[in-house]
């Protein structure tokens, strides 16, 4: 299929496309400021915005699923006001590399899910290191031969790490 061929996006209505920016276009005198004070390009974070839509999205799932856990995926947004606003909020978060989970560990969260592809023997050693917060998720079986190899050079009487295996369907995966 071409890019020819494929069907138009469909426009939002103009009155729910208003609605929703009603509320930014009201308060554009404050923006003004910022910028004007500030300059532009800029970054604004409504950290109370931020925390009440964590609140609404948690407790919708705790309605139905109170043993439930939260994480943000750095990766969507790597600004750290942003991944501290959710660690207040009773986030953990789901790191995607070396550089992610560096961060935080020094946002010095508790909860961290490490999930990246292609995880380097630095980046395991690091996430051995904070074993008390982080659990790895594997993406294959050689990846959990290395760890086991990292954990055996961290000594024989080392606590185990919290690991997630990645299944696949597909036996040549």
């Given at each position: 299929m071409s890019?020819?061929?494929l069907p138009a996006t469909p426009l939002l209505p103009r009155e729910e496309l208003e609605s929703f920016v009603a509320a930014y276009f009201d308060r554009k005198?404050?923006?003004?400021?910022v910028v004007q004070k500030h300059g532009s390009p800029l970054w604004i974070l409504e950290s109370g915005v931020l925390k009440r839509n964590a609140r609404q999205f948690s407790t919708a799932f705790n309605r139905f699923f109170p043993e439930?856990?939260?994480?943000?995926?750095?990766?969507?947004?790597?600004?750290p006001e942003v991944s501290?606003?959710?660690?207040?909020?009773?986030?953990?978060?789901?790191?995607?590399?070396?550089v992610e989970l560096t961060s935080a560990l020094a946002l010095n969260a508790r909860d961290i899910i490490f999930?990246?592809?292609?995880?380097?023997?630095?980046?395991?050693?690091?996430?051995?290191?904070?074993?008390?917060?982080?659990?790895?998720?594997?993406?294959s079986?050689?990846?959990l031969e290395r760890l086991k190899t990292l954990m055996s050079?961290?000594?024989p009487t080392t606590p185990p790490v919290r690991v997630g295996i990645r299944l696949?369907?597909?036996?040549?995966?």
């Amino acid at each position: 299929m071409s890019i020819d061929t494929l069907p138009a996006t469909p426009l939002l209505p103009r009155e729910e496309l208003e609605s929703f920016v009603a509320a930014y276009f009201d308060r554009k005198n404050q923006y003004q400021s910022v910028v004007q004070k500030h300059g532009s390009p800029l970054w604004i974070l409504e950290s109370g915005v931020l925390k009440r839509n964590a609140r609404q999205f948690s407790t919708a799932f705790n309605r139905f699923f109170p043993e439930t856990s939260f994480y943000f995926a750095m990766k969507s947004n790597n600004h750290p006001e942003v991944s501290a606003t959710l660690l207040e909020s009773g986030f953990g978060l789901d790191v995607s590399s070396g550089v992610e989970l560096t961060s935080a560990l020094a946002l010095n969260a508790r909860d961290i899910i490490f999930s990246g592809p292609g995880k380097t023997d630095e980046e395991l050693t690091l996430a051995i290191a904070h074993k008390d917060r982080v659990t790895l998720l594997l993406d294959s079986l050689g990846e959990l031969e290395r760890l086991k190899t990292l954990m055996s050079e961290s000594g024989p009487t080392t606590p185990p790490v919290r690991v997630g295996i990645r299944l696949t369907t597909n036996p040549n995966g």
